[in-house]
């Protein structure tokens, strides 16, 4: 399963007041584990930053003034998105300024059944207690030092640390389905010239009744008593 954690730095808080995003943020993961795959845009706001929202991520309007525009990296901004979950961190708000900007440009907005709101996870978990992404980190010992301030991909690699923890999946899924180790090292040399040695032999109906029988008899606890 392909996923993606996302995060967005803005020029404001709201999209009433005509504020736009300045930085995109995109780690891939499959099976919660990281595929190297990363989308990372700073974007032209066409718009002055605010002195408050400069304090927060440190963009200045010169260092976003040759930037390419949200226009421009659309198309490849939603062909890494295409088909995958969404995890995103206080996802309405992310959400508000990526289909704001999508409908500036008369593209499909983002589905809201593709994404995942950490926020919302971590709220019905720990209810009472702060669940921002600071607050969190320092809930699962997660090394959050190198956010001086906000960046969107920082925030992302945090963000994936944080997804793995709240749905209590800390080791990487393995899928063993249908795989079969074999090393010649350790086989027997008659299993390599007999096939039928592998053969899993099912217990007959009267053997299963005899067990039971046994665990209903001998065993003080079990399943049957």
Partial sequence: MFEIILDTETTGLSITQ???????????????????????????????????AYKIHGYSDEFLSDKKTFAEIAESFLDFIKDKKIIIHNAAFDLSFLNYELGLINKKKINNNNVIDTLTIA?????????????????FNIDNSKREKHNALIDCQLL?????????????????????????????PSMQKNNNLRKIIKPSKRELELHNTYLESQLRKNFFN
Avoid: W
């Avoid at 504020?19 to 002055?48: A, D, M």
């Avoid at 709220?123 to 809930?139: E, I, V």
């Avoid at 709240?166 to 086989?187: G, W």
């Fill in 18 to 52: 005509k504020h736009r995003i300045v930085e995109i943020g995109c780690i891939e993961l499959k099976n919660q584990i990281p595929t190297n795959k990363i989308f990372h845009e700073y974007l032209n706001p066409q718009r002055s930053i605010p002195e408050e």
């Fill in 123 to 139: 709220q019905q978990k720990y209810p009472g207690s702060s669940n921002s992404l600071d607050a969190l980190c320092k809930r």
């Fill in 160 to 188: 994936k640390e944080i997804y793995i923890n709240l749905i209590d999946q800390k080791e990487p899924q393995l899928n063993l389905k249908n795989v079969e180790v074999y090393s010649k090292k350790f086989a027997d």
